[in-house]
């Protein structure tokens, strides 16, 4: 299926997905550090994932896509088949969390866009598979109040309190000389951590 395709259904299901310029962003910065071995956690059905694939498919590389949901991963499944079919694309149906043996080794670009009070575990899996000078793109960071706490609703104030602790942890990160972060205030806000 064609990326403006996969979009329109994003939008007739109420899925989520990234925006087309943080899909090209995402894209970009895959490919510009030589990416290939792309992971991506929570996939949905697949629109991001298909700039991670383009990126991949400029670096001679591939792309893992994690998606808990099934219905979701149906979607990606017949939205993505080609790339599933030349070996470009691994979709997993799975928690990304518990199924740590599935994790591929030496990533050098992890997108997470999965539930944000679990970023923080997510980055504490992935750690140890990240490379030396791997991206790991985190979305929508400053969802919702993170930065204003005013503007949280009560219906958010759970995943607003992940995303804190997820920047506390980046932060640590970044003080004990693991990582470097580039926060970004652009949509719900998004940081590109490199793993140093
Ligand atoms: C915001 S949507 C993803 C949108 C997609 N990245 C895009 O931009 O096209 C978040 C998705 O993450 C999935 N998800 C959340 N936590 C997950 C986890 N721990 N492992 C795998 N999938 C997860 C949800 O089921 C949901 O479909």
Same mark, same amino acid.
């Given at each position: 299926?064609?990326?403006? =395709? ?6 007739r299901e109420s899925i989520p997905s ?7 962003? &995402? +894209?970009?910065?895959?490919? &510009?550090?030589?990416?290939?071995? %792309? ?8 629109y991001a994932t298909s700039y991670l694939i383009k990126a991949?498919? #400029? ?7 994690? =998606?808990?949901?099934?219905? !979701? !991963? ?13 070996? $470009?694309?691994?979709? %997993?149906?799975? *928690?990304?969390? +518990?199924? @740590?043996?599935?994790?591929? /080794? ?5 997108? %997470?866009? @999965?539930? #944000?009070? /679990? ?9 140890? !598979? &990240?490379?030396?000078?791997? $991206?790991?793109?985190?979305?929508? $960071?400053?969802? /919702? ?9 009560? !219906?958010? #104030? ?12 980046? *932060? +640590? ?13 652009? =949509?719900?806000?998004?940081? @590109?951590?490199? $793993? &140093?």
């Open positions: 299926m064609k990326i403006n =395709e996969i979009k329109e259904e994003s939008l990234v925006s087309a310029s943080t899909g090209i962003f &995402l +894209e970009m910065l895959a490919v &510009l550090n030589g990416a290939r071995n %792309i992971v991506e956690v929570g996939c949905a059905n697949g991949a498919i #400029k670096n001679n590389g591939r792309v893992t896509a994690f =998606e808990k949901d099934a219905p !979701r !991963r149906k979607m990606a499944e017949n939205n993505l088949s080609g790339h599933i079919k030349s070996g $470009i694309l691994t979709l %997993i149906e799975a *928690d990304a969390l +518990e199924v @740590a043996d599935r994790i591929p /080794q030496n990533i050098d670009f992890l997108f %997470i866009d @999965a539930m #944000k009070r /679990q970023y923080r575990a997510i980055l504490e899996t992935f750690l140890p !598979r &990240l490379r030396n000078g791997a $991206i790991v793109f985190s979305d929508d $960071i400053y969802f /919702q109040g993170v930065l204003d706490p005013s503007k949280t609703l009560d !219906r958010h #104030k759970s995943i607003v309190k992940g995303l804190r602790e997820y920047l506390v942890y980046l *932060d +640590e990160l970044e003080k004990n000389g693991t990582v470097k972060n580039y926060f970004y205030d652009y =949509e719900d806000g998004m940081a @590109a951590t490199i $793993i &140093l």
